[in-house]
Nanobody, 121 residues
């Protein structure tokens, strides 16, 4: 069993900052890629940012220069620092991990339960 638990969401005014954290636990051999997706009301879930085992990040154009992703491979955690937030950043943020489990070595994608981020204007 693998679990991803997010924390750090909340309500913030436009221009403010929030930090999200996600911890993966369970039967994990290695996590290839960790990332954050978000889903705004009435919209599809979209990739916000991801980061590889080697630390190479990838950002959606809408968050470049404002968001920073980081991970700790030893702790199986990923953080998302969000600055200069706007109401368009409002949504449920989901942690995502593409990983290999330690039992039979299978590769699967796991999701957290989501954390709400609300940016008021």
């Amino acid at each position: 069993q693998v679990q991803l638990v997010e924390s750090g969401g909340g309500l913030v005014q436009a221009g403010g900052s929030l930090r999200l954290s996600c911890a993966a636990s369970g039967n994990i051999f290695c996590i290839i890629t960790m990332g954050w997706y978000r889903q705004a009301p009435g919209k599809q879930r979209e990739l916000v940012t991801s980061i590889t085992w080697g630390g190479n990040p990838n950002y959606a154009d809408s968050v470049k220069g404002r968001f920073t992703i980081s991970r700790d491979n030893a702790k199986n955690t990923v953080d998302l620092e969000m600055n200069s937030l706007s109401p368009e950043d409002t949504g449920v943020y989901y942690c995502n991990a593409d990983l290999v489990t330690a039992d039979f070595g299978g590769r699967s994608v796991y999701w957290g339960q989501g954390t709400q981020v609300t940016v008021s204007s």
